[in-house]
């Protein structure tokens, strides 16, 4: 099972992901979590990179590649979540020629949905309370604007696909996560109700 997280930077991407990872037993790939990590380590992927996620641009395609390829490679199974990933619409080509490689494709790709005005009120939030070093109000502007340019067009490729399920990112945490649940299993089991793993 491969699932992928999309939506705007503030949309609640990491929280749902690693919510919906325990619900369904995935792994939950996150290219900003692994990014970050390889900063704070000081490792050379770091130091390449810490400018770039400062000023809220992308990292190149090439980078978050090799990236994706060896966390791949380092799972026992493909039960996958991408959170932060594809952000391209080359990221999302790779990956589905990745998956396709390994007889596998896309089950779902859940976009969170969540208005602007909400989201620069989120990551001003996140800002005073974790200090990210792309919290900044600038940073933030940038980041939205990476996102409308670059990575919304996935969504019509997704859409496209028939794989596409667009929730409403507002409301309780917990609310949030039941209807991606919801979503989810009427889309990919549609007739049991239970829902059972696939
Ligand atoms: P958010 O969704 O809040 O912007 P992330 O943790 O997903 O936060 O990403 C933080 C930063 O890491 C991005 O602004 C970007 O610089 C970099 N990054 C993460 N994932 C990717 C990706 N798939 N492609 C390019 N850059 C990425």
Redesign the pocket.
């Known amino acids: 099972m491969v699932l992928i997280f999309l939506?705007?930077?503030?949309?609640g991407?990491?929280t749902q992901a690693a919510r919906l990872a325990e619900h369904f037993g995935l792994k939950k790939i996150?290219?900003?979590?692994i990014?970050?990590d390889h900063v704070k380590r000081g490792t050379d992927l770091g130091r390449q990179?810490a400018p770039?996620?400062a000023?809220?641009?992308?990292?190149?395609?090439d980078?978050?590649l090799a990236i994706i390829r060896e966390e791949i490679e380092k799972l026992p199974a493909a039960r996958i979540i991408f959170?932060?990933?594809?952000?391209?619409l080359p990221?999302a080509e790779a990956l589905e020629a990745l998956l396709r490689d390994l007889g596998l494709a896309t089950d779902a790709v859940v976009l969170l949905d969540v208005p602007t005005e909400e989201l620069v009120a989120r990551?001003g939030k996140r800002a005073r309370e974790e200090g990210r070093a792309?919290d900044t109000e600038e940073?933030i502007r940038r980041?939205l604007e990476?996102?409308a340019r670059q990575t919304a067009p996935l969504i019509d490729y997704y859409a496209g696909r028939g794989v596409l399920l667009r929730i409403e990112g507002v409301g309780e945490v917990e609310a949030v996560t039941r209807r991606i649940i919801e979503a989810l299993e009427a889309s990919l089991w549609p007739s049991s109700s239970s829902g059972q793993k696939k």
């Open positions: 939506g705007p930077p503030g949309a991407k990491g996150s290219t900003g979590d990014l970050r990179v770039i996620m000023r809220g641009d992308l990292v190149p395609d980078l978050i959170d932060g990933f594809p952000r391209t990221q990551l792309d940073a980041r990476v996102y």
